[in-house]
């Protein structure tokens, strides 16, 4: 048995490892996202539909496999299996991204995009799964925020990479970079998983039923307000993403300079979710708990729907360059996302069983983020073609988002919700300051 000091430090340890496998890991998937979107600029919003009715049926396709492969399988033979499978895709991507004008983007794009969902079911969902497993919840508040801010940084190394490279190597080489950083993840997953794990545990399965997240979404008012949730917040940068998709094909010719636009885009958003983790998202979650960090990014949402409602299509000078409201909301809605509500809900997750974290934590964040995309992106299409105009279609996203914050609240102070190990409620300021 190692010595109680020795203890300690892996104990400690197990924040930075994990912070720096988080890095690695959205290294890897924001090399990755850049390509994908410049497939969607170069056919316009009025191909994703398409594209997000692939990705759907292909979600609830593999949602049960996904729940067969965790309850059957331990831990890290499913770690090694999944990220492994997605290496060698990454290496296969790469002649069809070299002939990406002979295949035609719609059917590369449709192809794509199926597979960066099932990337994010398999490799980045089952990431905050695995480390609900290693953290309790008073735990996972104080290291969830910092191992996000680890993610964070990758989540800024992988645009500027990105950014940096493809005007050197082109399109198709940036997955073998992105392969790479992926690896580097799965080396440290499996050290975290050697030493931060109770011996006992580390080769045991989550077992149970491979549909238990599709029925604990009927059975569990936790799950049923975060898919809501999900569905409203979502909506508002689905539709940032096919408005600035038309921008993208209006304006930008080349796959090249898509995917560098695509990462300027993924950095101006992944900056500003720094900066919410360096200061206000960690000092919210420790001392107010998950309620007002659920809620703000939803009034911030709220906040820049009104201000597309009444400017539309102008453009703001940001450091001397013009930049489209349209993406300015799109920086905001994915910077409160990334930067706030994500460390939130993972959190909340540590206080429902351990299946509903692998099972149905992955429903709500591929099947039903899925069904709001095409949700939302066939209603612009439709809302196009009865002629609703972008003022319109923002003052609709307005009031879903305004139904968004009481969604958020009831998701945070769900009755279903484990309370809080080894750590009081947040305190009530009011209260204090009337005794």
């Known amino acids: ?30 090399i990755v996202r850049p390509v994908r979107d410049q497939l969607a600029g170069a056919v316009g919003s009025t191909q994703l539909p398409v594209f997000y009715a692939a990705i759907f049926v292909a979600t609830l396709l593999l949602t049960p496999i996904f729940g067969v492969l965790v309850a ?10 999944s990220y ?37 079911l398999f490799v980045v969902s089952l990431f905050w799964s695995f480390m609900a497993d290693v953290f309790d919840s008073r735990r996972a508040r104080e290291v969830f925020p910092l191992i996000a801010l680890g993610g964070m940084a990758g989540t800024l190394s992988g645009p500027v990479l990105t950014r940096w490279l493809v005007g050197w190597l082109g399109v198709a080489p940036l997955l073998l970079v992105s392969a790479l950083a992926l690896g580097s993840a799965l080396i440290l997953l499996l050290r975290l998983s050697a030493r931060h ?9 989550v077992g149970g039923s491979p549909w238990a997240g599709v029925l604990e979404l009927w059975s569990r008012p936790f799950l049923r307000y975060m898919a809501v949730l999900m569905l409203l917040g979502d909506g508002v940068g689905t539709l940032a993403y096919a408005l600035v998709a038309d921008y993208a094909r209006a304006h930008l010719a080349s796959a090249t300079v898509r995917t560098a636009f695509y990462a300027d885009i993924d950095l101006a958003a992944n900056v500003l979710g720094a900066v919410l983790q360096l200061t206000l998202s960690r000092w919210l979650l420790v001392h107010r708990g998950a309620v007002w960090a659920l809620v703000l990014p939803q009034l911030v949402n709220v906040a820049l729907l009104v201000m597309v409602t009444l400017a539309g299509h102008a453009q703001w000078t940001v450091l001397g360059y013009g930049v489209p409201l349209l993406v300015a909301m799109m920086v905001g809605t994915r910077g409160f996302t990334y930067g706030m509500t994500k460390p939130a809900s993972d959190a909340l997750y540590t206080r429902v069983p351990r299946e509903t974290r692998y099972k149905g934590k992955n429903f709500v964040e591929t099947a039903v983020w899925r069904l709001g995309d095409l949700v939302v992106t066939s209603g612009i299409s439709g809302l196009g073609k009865l002629g609703v105009g972008l003022a319109g279609i923002a003052l609709i ?12 609240r009831k998701a945070a102070t769900s009755p279903d919700l484990a309370p809080e190990i080894g750590n009081a409620p947040p305190p009530d300021f009011g209260e204090a300051a009337r005794s």
């Open 72 to 81: 059957k399988f331990p831990r890290r033979k499913l770690l090694v299996w």
């Open 1 to 30: 048995m190692s010595p109680p000091s020795v203890v300690a430090a892996r104990k400690d340890s197990a924040p930075v490892v994990a912070a720096l496998a988080f890095f690695f890991l959205l290294t890897a998937y924001y």
């Open 84 to 120: 492994s499978f997605f290496i060698l895709c990454l290496f296969a991507f790469v002649p069809a991204f070299l002939a990406q004008d002979h295949v035609g983007a719609r059917s590369l794009g449709v192809v794509f995009f199926i597979w960066v969902n099932v990337f994010n």
């Open 397 to 408: 996203g307005t009031g879903a988002s305004t139904l968004g914050t009481w969604v958020a």
């Open 197 to 205: 794990i109770p011996s006992e545990k580390v080769d045991e399965p």
